[in-house]
Each structure stands twice: as structure tokens, then as C-alpha cells.
């Protein structure tokens, strides 16, 4: 009797291992594609840390090459540069490219310099740029309201003319963009006229997107 005993465990334990390694074998299977994807999600991941950390060295050293090349005119506050979280902002007092209360451009002197040295520099790189028009909140002129009736028109002017003239220059039409931010973005109180001079503005944003 003890041999068939003997024999009747062995079939039970192997039952048993049989029955453990089938279980085994479905949840092993999920753990396996859990950990498979896990794998992908985190290379996925890395590669676009790398793709941002690319573009945000990209836009380190355009920001470095435009402190550069206009120094003169940031010492003479005909333009400020700032490096962003994104990209690089340009942004170039109205009073240097318009004429007050219009979206005709002066272009003359130092402005018209730093116009076209601005897109010189954007014809020959890949960025993606915005071109943002902002006023005071002081309305257009009686004389002016006919064609600019309110300050987003007079910014979206102001900002179309200014994507014309870099286009004219060799800016890619297909990497810029016009935006009219009327009198709603102000960066200085417009209580005073220093502040409503600050606030009429033309900002250029540079993004790399190519990457």
C-alpha cells in the first residue's frame, strides 16, 4: 500500500506544480508586458528630455549670439533680449518702428538698423517665430479711428507690418506668425507716460521646433 500511496502523493504534488506554473505562466506573462511597456514608456520618455534639452541648448546660444550682436542696442534701449523657458524674447519698443497712434512704419535711423539686422538673423535660422503687436491703453486718435478702431486692430497692424518687412528680408512666411495683443498685456502701469511708452511694443519670440 505504501508504493501506491507514495505514487498518489507524487501525482498530487505534480498536480499541484502543474496547476502553480499554469498561473505562473499567466501572470508572468502580464508582468512581462507591464515591464516591456514600462521599458518603452521610459526610453520614450528620455528621448524627448533629449529632443528638449537640444532645443533648450538651441535657444541658449541664439539668446548668447543676440546679446552679441546687439549691444550697442540694448545699451541704447532700442531693443531688449531675454532668454525664456522656451525660447527668446525680442522685444523692440513701438516708438522705435512707428509713429505714434499709426501702424506706418518710420523705419529710420537706428530703428531701421535694428530691423534689419533682426532679420538678417532670423533668414538664416530654422526658428519658428511670433511676432506680437501690444498698445497702450490709450484709444486710436479720432483721425486714425477709421482705420484702426480699436487698439487690436492698431497692434494687429502694427504686428502684420512688422511679419511683411522680415518676410521681404527672407524670413520664412511658413515659420512666423502675427499676434495682436491690443492693450491687455501690459508690462508697466499706464498712469504714466514712461509706462505707456513701455507697454506700446513689438515682442518677437524665437522657438526651435525643428527638433
Not at 502701469?189 to 514712461?194: A, G, R, V, Y
Request: hydrophobic fraction near 40%; glycine fraction near 6%.
Amino acid at each position: 500500500m505504501k508504493p501506491l500511496r507514495f505514487v498518489a502523493g507524487v501525482i498530487v504534488l505534480a498536480s499541484f506544480g502543474a496547476l502553480l506554473l499554469s498561473g505562473c505562466s499567466s501572470d508572468c506573462g502580464q508582468v512581462a508586458e507591464e515591464r516591456d511597456q514600462l521599458k518603452k514608456d521610459v526610453e520614450a520618455l528620455s528621448a524627448t528630455v533629449a529632443v528638449q534639452a537640444s532645443a533648450m541648448e538651441s535657444m541658449r546660444e541664439a539668446h548668447e549670439s543676440l546679446l552679441a550682436r546687439f549691444a550697442s542696442e540694448i545699451e541704447s534701449n532700442d531693443i531688449r533680449i531675454q532668454l525664456l523657458v522656451d525660447g527668446v524674447e525680442l522685444v523692440l519698443p513701438s516708438d522705435v518702428l512707428y509713429e505714434s497712434g499709426s501702424a506706418r512704419a518710420t523705419m529710420s535711423g537706428s530703428g531701421r538698423e535694428t530691423a534689419e539686422d533682426i532679420a538678417e538673423f532670423l533668414a538664416n535660422t530654422d526658428y519658428f517665430v511670433s511676432v506680437i503687436g501690444h498698445t497702450d491703453n490709450e484709444a486710436p486718435s479720432a483721425e486714425l479711428a477709421d482705420t484702426y478702431a480699436t487698439n487690436w486692430d492698431l497692434a494687429g497692424a502694427r504686428a502684420v507690418n512688422a511679419v511683411k518687412f522680415l518676410c521681404d528680408r527672407g524670413v520664412d512666411p511658413t515659420r512666423i506668425t502675427a499676434v495682436s495683443r491690443g492693450e491687455f498685456d501690459p508690462v508697466a502701469s499706464n498712469d504714466t507716460p514712461e509706462g505707456r511708452a513701455m507697454n506700446r511694443r513689438i515682442q518677437i519670440i524665437l522657438r526651435d521646433i525643428s527638433k
